[in-house]
């Protein structure tokens, strides 16, 4: 059972270059998350998904588009990357419902040169 | 919006107990307390949820106040590899939102 896997896993972008981050599950989840961690630091949301063909704006959604086309995907895009988006981003899912525990990805390791 | 507060930092020693406390203060009824905890290079990793009762599974067992303004999350025998960041996330207060604050470094000393 692969749970959910981010692919790539390791990134080097120049500064103003696109990319997607894709998040796939297989546990069949309703809800799935995307965020970042910069060092030292908590993780913070940028955009989640209660379901297939529906997403929604967390703490810092700027700079990033998400689509939630299949529900086993969940797609994070960087339209023109900026040096203050190097972080490390992980992507979540869950069944839906507050007493539910959500199942992390093993990340993605960004850096925008 | 409800918010947790936890201690930065938690030192312990291996083969002894954890308590890792967090306060919860304006908790709504309805709201959900679960904790999660983040290895070295790891994504996070789900250890407990309650409600309202005193939860026990494998990894660690859950103390909820009875006004449920404050829980603890208790690890009975700290090892090494129970090293981490360890967060207090109310669910329910945010929507579908699953908000993470700063959480508590344990280190844990052989």
């Known amino acids: 059972n692969a749970g959910v896997t981010q692919t790539p896993k390791f990134r080097v972008l120049k500064t103003g270059q696109s990319m997607t981050l894709l998040c796939a599950q297989d546990m069949n989840h309703e809800y799935m998350y995307w965020y970042r961690q910069d060092p030292g630091m908590g993780l913070r949301l940028i955009h989640y998904s209660v379901g297939e063909g529906t997403t929604a704006k967390g703490e810092v959604p700027d700079g990033y588009n998400v689509s939630r086309l299949k529900k086993q995907n969940f797609l994070l895009g960087l339209e023109s990357a900026a040096p203050s988006q190097t972080s490390v981003y992980f992507c979540?899912?869950?069944?839906?419902?507050?007493?539910?525990?959500?199942?992390f990805g093993q990340g993605t390791r960004l850096t925008v040169v | 919006d409800a918010k947790t507060t936890q201690p930065n930092s938690m030192e312990s020693n291996e083969e002894e107990p954890v308590h890792l406390p967090c306060n919860h203060s304006t908790i709504s009824g309805t709201d959900y307390i679960h904790w999660y905890r983040q290895l070295p290079s790891q994504g996070p990793e789900y250890v407990i949820h309650g409600l309202t009762s005193n939860v026990n599974n494998r990894m660690a067992s859950l103390a909820i106040a009875e006004d449920r303004k404050s829980s603890t999350l208790i690890l009975h025998r700290a090892t090494l590899r129970d090293a981490a960041v360890y967060y207090c996330?109310?669910?329910?207060?945010?929507?579908?939102?699953?908000?993470f604050g700063a959480g508590t470094i344990l280190r844990v000393k052989s």
């Open positions: 996330i109310l669910k329910g207060e945010y929507g579908n939102k699953l908000v």
């Open positions: 979540a899912s869950s069944p839906g419902g507050d007493y539910t525990e959500a199942f």
